[in-house]
């Protein structure tokens, strides 16, 4: 299973995790829900996780490293401030915000089923190979970034 570690990029997990909940959605239309006001929340989520994202990477070009997730050897600082204090991986958490609106759009039950295997193929191909090489890279500051700033939220 080692082999889908780092290979697939984050936002392509995102389109095939959206494609998927839209073809869920299609295929089985008797688990679709109404909910009052599900299109300004789905849009809510969406701004919301784009905004987390967005002030991630510019944390990132802040300090002059690198937001690439496929470029991890060019990573040359250890980023803490801003969104990073409260989240070790805001951008994927602004990711999951994003699928979340989207699930709510569609209005399907399984579209939220999806959410949790994609929050699990994240944090076991994506998150924990990363936190690997990060702990590698900037040992001791690393560990205590991990035992002070939580994973996701």
């Given amino acids: 299973m080692n082999a889908l570690a780092l290979k697939v990029p984050p936002v392509a997990q995102v389109i095939i995790t959206a ?3 839209y073809g869920v959605s299609k295929m089985v239309p008797a688990l ?3 909910l009052n006001g599900s299109i300004a929340l789905a849009v809510a989520l969406g701004l919301m996780g784009l ?3 967005i002030m991630g ?4 070009r802040i300090a002059q490293t690198t937001p690439n997730p496929q470029a991890l050897e060019k ?3 250890l980023v803490t401030s801003g ?3 409260y989240s070790r991986n805001p951008m994927y958490v602004g990711l999951v915000l994003i699928l979340l609106g989207w699930a709510f759009y569609l209005s399907h039950f399984l579209a939220f089923v999806l959410l949790p295997i994609f929050i699990l193929y994240m944090t076991r191909f ?3 190979p990363e936190e690997r090489m990060m702990a590698q890279k900037f040992g001791k500051t690393y560990q205590d ?3 002070k700033v939580r994973r996701w939220i």
């Fill in 19 to 21: 494609a998927a909940m």
């Fill in 32 to 34: 679709t829900f109404s």
């Fill in 51 to 53: 905004s987390l994202g």
């Fill in 57 to 60: 990477v510019t944390q990132f």
């Fill in 75 to 77: 990573v040359s600082s």
């Fill in 83 to 85: 969104v990073y204090q």
């Fill in 126 to 128: 994506q998150i924990q």
């Fill in 145 to 147: 970034y991990l035992n």
